[in-house]
């Protein structure tokens, strides 16, 4: 069923009272926000987000009563009753589409007690449905100055299998700290950031190194609120890696979710934004190198202090080799991609070779040259990672005219 735009989140005077009876009498629904997959250009996953529909027919949005149910403690009592919901949603959902990844959102109360964890538990139990198939989000605040309980039960759900979104990245005051604490697998870059990238440089360089240190911590990276193909096209090019807003799809019934998966739509999701990834990633690993060697070579090893990252030393396994060896494969048949595969190894066995050396206590001068063998390599490859860069640059060109 249709509801015409203006009967949308009408202006109701809602009284706790009123949100009482209506979690009663199970007045509630979940609409559901499709998100694309930059890399595949297809949809990956969904955000369930919480709509009130009295008998009136009016669609209440939750920026007017979820805060209510914070505030009067009926916030727990209306996830509970909602997750059964939003798994058998799921069951239906993944008859057409199996691998979608459901997300949903919960605050620091619904851990309060040990109901949610239970709720969820016996719930994915008598459906039969995957944990690793739901991501739960959290902002910021739910996260800190929560109690040790709390911390306790929200550790507990990921121990299931859950998965957790940071919702709203960019928008607190301690994000990054909050980040550096939790085990989360997805970054969800705040619609307001994303929005003000149109107008503010300095939102769009905030977007893009969020995006770089996203990646670097290896973690997905959402964009929320996307309205525009050019904001679209931006977001991929910088290497973000799921996308969701109006632009692509709003949020809908189930129903509606349902045909709307049917009609299985493609959007652009060439990874271009990957391969300028891909030569951050050798940089990185060519400088965490060096900084071992040097500081094996010069220092003889004394701890500085830091806990600096190993370069890792297998050519399949460094975030080169894998994007190589995974998502970059598409690029296959290319002779400059082709072509990186050499010194691509070649620098994996001088790196070897420097860390054999400096173990050894090899004299400095053997040392440089093999580094300066390494700087040469470095400069090969990347300019091999360049021209692939240009090359799909020129073919997605092509493509959208
Ligand atoms: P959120 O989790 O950050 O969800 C994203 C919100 O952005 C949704 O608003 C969605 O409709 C909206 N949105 C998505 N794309 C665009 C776009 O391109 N442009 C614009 N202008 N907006 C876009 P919604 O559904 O009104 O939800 C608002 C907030 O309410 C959510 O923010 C979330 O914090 C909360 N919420 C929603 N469902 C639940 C729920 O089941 N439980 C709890 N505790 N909170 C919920
Ligand atoms: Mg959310
Ligand atoms: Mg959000």
């Given at each position: 069923?249709?509801?015409?735009?203006?009967?949308?989140?009408t202006h109701v005077d809602i009284s706790a009272e009123q949100l009482a009876r209506a979690i009663e009498r199970?007045e509630?629904?979940?609409?559901?926000?499709?998100?694309?997959?930059?890399?595949?250009?297809?949809?990956?996953?969904?955000?369930?987000?919480?709509?009130w529909?009295p008998?009136s027919?009016?669609?209440i949005?939750?920026?007017r009563f979820i805060p209510l149910a914070e505030a009067t403690a009926q916030?727990?009592?209306l996830?509970?009753?909602?997750?059964?919901?939003?798994?058998?949603?799921?069951?239906?959902?993944?008859?057409?589409?199996?691998?979608?990844?459901?997300?949903?959102?919960?605050?620091?109360?619904?851990?309060?007690?040990?109901?949610?964890?239970?709720?969820?538990?016996?719930?994915?139990?008598?459906?039969?449905?995957?944990?690793?198939?739901?991501?739960?989000?959290?902002?910021?605040?739910?996260?800190?100055?929560?109690?040790?309980?709390?911390?306790?039960?929200?550790?507990?759900?990921?121990?299931?299998?859950?998965?957790?979104?940071?919702?709203?990245?960019?928008?607190?005051?301690?994000?990054?700290?909050?980040?550096?604490?939790?085990?989360?697998?997805?970054?969800?870059?705040?619609?307001?950031?994303?929005?003000?990238?149109?107008?503010?440089?300095?939102?769009?360089?905030?977007?893009?190194?969020?995006?770089?240190?996203?990646?670097?911590?290896?973690?997905?990276?959402?964009?929320?609120?996307?309205?525009?193909?050019?904001?679209?096209?931006?977001?991929?090019?910088?290497?973000?890696?799921?996308?969701?807003?109006?632009?692509?799809?709003?949020?809908?019934?189930?129903?509606?979710?349902?045909?709307?998966?049917?009609?299985?739509?493609?959007?652009?999701?060439?990874?271009?934004?990957?391969?300028?990834?891909?030569?951050?990633?050798?940089?990185?690993?060519?400088?965490?190198?060096?900084?071992?060697?040097?500081?094996?070579?010069?220092?003889?090893?004394?701890?500085?202090?830091?806990?600096?990252?190993?370069?890792?030393?297998?050519?399949?396994?460094?975030?080169?080799?894998?994007?190589?060896?995974?998502?970059?494969?598409?690029?296959?048949?290319?002779?400059?991609?082709?072509?990186?595969?050499?010194?691509?190894?070649?620098?994996?066995?001088?790196?070897?070779?420097?860390?054999?050396?400096?173990?050894?206590?090899?004299?400095?001068?053997?040392?440089?040259?093999?580094?300066?063998?390494?700087?040469?390599?470095?400069?090969?490859?990347?300019?091999?990672?360049?021209?692939?860069?240009?090359?799909?640059?020129?073919?997605?060109?092509?493509?959208?005219?």
């Amino acid at each position: 069923m249709n509801q015409s735009a203006n009967r949308h989140d009408t202006h109701v005077d809602i009284s706790a009272e009123q949100l009482a009876r209506a979690i009663e009498r199970d007045e509630f629904v979940f609409h559901y926000q499709p998100q694309i997959s930059m890399l595949s250009g297809k949809v990956c996953g969904a955000e369930a987000l919480i709509r009130w529909t009295p008998p009136s027919g009016d669609v209440i949005l939750p920026s007017r009563f979820i805060p209510l149910a914070e505030a009067t403690a009926q916030i727990r009592a209306l996830s509970v009753a909602m997750f059964p919901k939003l798994v058998s949603d799921l069951v239906i959902i993944h008859d057409v589409l199996p691998e979608l990844v459901m997300s949903f959102n919960l605050t620091a109360q619904d851990f309060e007690s040990d109901e949610m964890l239970s709720c969820v538990s016996n719930t994915l139990e008598r459906f039969q449905v995957s944990p690793h198939l739901l991501k739960v989000e959290l902002t910021e605040t739910s996260l800190i100055n929560s109690s040790e309980h709390v911390r306790h039960n929200i550790k507990s759900l990921l121990q299931q299998g859950v998965s957790l979104a940071m919702d709203d990245f960019g928008t607190g005051y301690s994000s990054i700290d909050v980040l550096s604490q939790w085990d989360f697998s997805t970054v969800k870059i705040d619609q307001g950031l994303i929005k003000r990238m149109l107008t503010s440089e300095r939102s769009t360089t905030i977007v893009e190194s969020s995006i770089n240190m996203a990646h670097q911590l290896g973690l997905e990276i959402v964009a929320e609120g996307i309205e525009s193909e050019a904001v679209y096209e931006y977001l991929l090019n910088a290497g973000c890696t799921e996308a969701q807003g109006f632009w692509l799809a709003r949020p809908m019934p189930l129903a509606e979710l349902l045909s709307f998966l049917r009609k299985d739509r493609r959007w652009p999701g060439m990874p271009i934004g990957l391969i300028h990834m891909a030569q951050l990633d050798h940089i990185q690993w060519r400088r965490s190198l060096i900084e071992h060697v040097m500081t094996k070579a010069f220092n003889g090893g004394a701890e500085t202090g830091v806990r600096s990252v190993l370069a890792e030393m297998d050519h399949t396994r460094c975030k080169l080799g894998q994007w190589y060896h995974g998502i970059g494969q598409e690029y296959k048949g290319i002779p400059c991609f082709d072509a990186l595969d050499t010194p691509h190894q070649q620098l994996h066995a001088i790196g070897q070779q420097l860390l054999d050396a400096v173990n050894q206590a090899d004299p400095l001068s053997e040392v440089t040259q093999q580094l300066q063998a390494l700087s040469q390599k470095s400069g090969e490859l990347l300019s091999l990672l360049h021209e692939l860069e240009y090359y799909a640059r020129l073919r997605q060109t092509g493509h959208s005219h």
